[in-house]
């Protein structure tokens, strides 16, 4: 049925989502260039109608850790669904959910103790606060400035950009940010100690930002001297991404909340977790009448659970924790002589194989710069984004409105050929990207489109 149906309506792939989806999404990818109709997909690579091969360094924003369409993970699929296991009861268990959990327990500190099935991201960090209110009795939830945690109401509450929070307020009331990285406002935040959680990304993945030397030992420090749940939301840096299977032990933390999802899934079926300690879990799941207090429909089912699994074991033989640190040190050292090369690069970093490059003004001044970000902030990095893609065959994204800056999240099945390819590419785009005719252009075909709105 669905090879016909793909065979039978094939080529409609961006009139029907702009007919029946959204129609805006699709201006987007065609006017920067996107709008390729894609046959397949196979590790690290995707593959066009004809037949041409593109670097995917965006990776289903982190889904595909153990790279698209991964056959192993593609087999337990198949043989969980003709095992036709009795997934899903509602009053009562299947055995994949445990397995599941066992293995995700197996791999964290054993301050983690119970696990919560979730079916995205933002579902688990949803959970979070749900829970760690419950569990403290207090109402508050703090988060930092810039962070991104979902775009769900609760998560949106939690953001710390006005980007994607401006036009859906009012929020929720009870969720204040403070800065990433300044332990003293963090600490006048929870002396009151009317705070259930303080939420955190390692590494906020919305610009690629590492924390300070020492800021989130320190953090959890402060949140257990004061009472507050210290909640780590790893659903872009877990499994892998950042050279260890989750970002929080490159500090040696021990969380009470974790969020996981994307790449847990394997990029076949959402799946998504909560991990949390036994505290959390006894002061929710407190009774008979209260085990029931949070779940979801779809959340723990079978094939789900299989995915987990599968993924798990496909990241431990494949040997991809370490390939991600390895190639995410390879990837830096090859990024960093730009920064020498070209003035607009004002900075490389990154942790594993979640890596950026932010570009800046130069430092001589250009009045078509300054014209262009006026405009829109970030555009610059466009500059770069899109002849990756068009001319270099790579696919990337633009990450952090407030400045321009170049996101690399790819499979950690990358290869090491791979990256030196994207390193080539990114020299000659950056070189002619630099030139004073291309920035003068976009800054007057963007200051056109900002007329014409």
């Known amino acids: 049925m669905i090879r016909e149906l793909l065979e039978s309506r094939a080529g409609e792939d961006y009139e029907l989502y702009a007919r029946t989806i959204n129609p805006q999404f699709m201006r987007v990818l065609r006017t920067i260039g996107f709008d390729r109709v894609w046959a397949r997909a196979e590790g690290q690579y995707l593959y066009d109608g004809d037949g041409t091969r593109y670097l995917d360094l965006l990776g289903g924003f982190g889904m595909f850790n153990a790279g698209r369409n991964n056959p192993r993970i593609r087999a337990a699929l198949v043989e969980a669904l003709e095992l036709e296991t009795p997934g899903s009861v509602a009053l009562g268990v299947s055995l994949l959910p445990g397995l599941l959990a066992e293995e995700l327990l197996r791999r964290t500190p054993p301050r983690l103790a119970r696990v919560l099935f979730t079916s995205s991201g933002t579902e688990a960090n949803e959970a979070a606060f749900k829970l760690g209110r419950a569990a403290t009795g207090r109402s508050r939830v703090l988060s930092t400035e810039h962070a991104f945690h979902g775009l769900t109401l609760g998560s949106l509450s939690a953001a710390g950009d006005r980007h994607f929070t ?9 969720f204040d940010q403070v800065s990433f990285g300044d332990l003293d406002a963090l600490e006048a935040a929870l002396r009151r100690e009317d705070v259930a959680l303080f939420i955190v990304e390692p590494v906020q993945g919305h ?20 009472g507050t749940l210290f909640a780590v939301d790893e659903v872009q840096t877990g499994f892998g991404r950042t050279g260890k299977m989750f970002a929080f032990e490159h500090w040696g933390l021990e ?11 394997g990029g076949y079926v959402p799946v998504g977790a909560l991990l949390m ?8 799941f407190d009774s008979l009448e ?9 959340a723990p089912n079978d094939l789900a659970m299989a995915a987990g699994l599968a993924t798990l074991r496909e990241i431990d033989d494949a040997q991809l924790v370490e390939r991600a640190a390895r190639l995410g040190d390879h990837l830096l050292e090859r990024t960093r002589p730009l920064l020498d090369r070209f003035e607009v690069v004002r900075d490389v970093r990154g942790l594993g194989l979640l890596w950026a490059m932010q570009f800046a003004e130069p430092e001589h001044g250009s009045l078509a710069w300054r014209v262009m970000e006026r405009v829109q902030t970030g555009l610059f990095a466009q500059l770069v984004v899109v002849p990756l893609f068009t001319k270099h065959r790579i696919l990337t994204q633009v990450a952090g409105y407030d400045l321009p800056v170049l996101k690399a999240i790819p499979p950690l099945v990358l290869t090491e050929e791979d990256v030196d390819d994207f390193v080539t590419a990114l020299d000659d785009v950056i070189k002619k990207a630099t030139r004073p005719t291309r920035v003068a252009g976009m800054a007057l075909r963007a200051a056109r489109g900002s007329t014409a709105r």
């Open 166 to 174: 401006e036009r859906f307020g009012p929020l929720l009331p009870g």
């Open 207 to 226: 610009g690629v930002y590492l924390p300070p030397s020492g800021y989130l030992t320190q953090a959890q420090e402060i949140c257990r001297r004061y």
């Open 277 to 284: 300690s036994q505290r959390v879990y006894d002061g929710v």
């Open 255 to 265: 969380p009470d909340l974790v969020a996981v999802a994307k790449s847990l899934s």
């Open 290 to 298: 209260h085990s029931v207090s949070h779940g979801s429909t779809f």
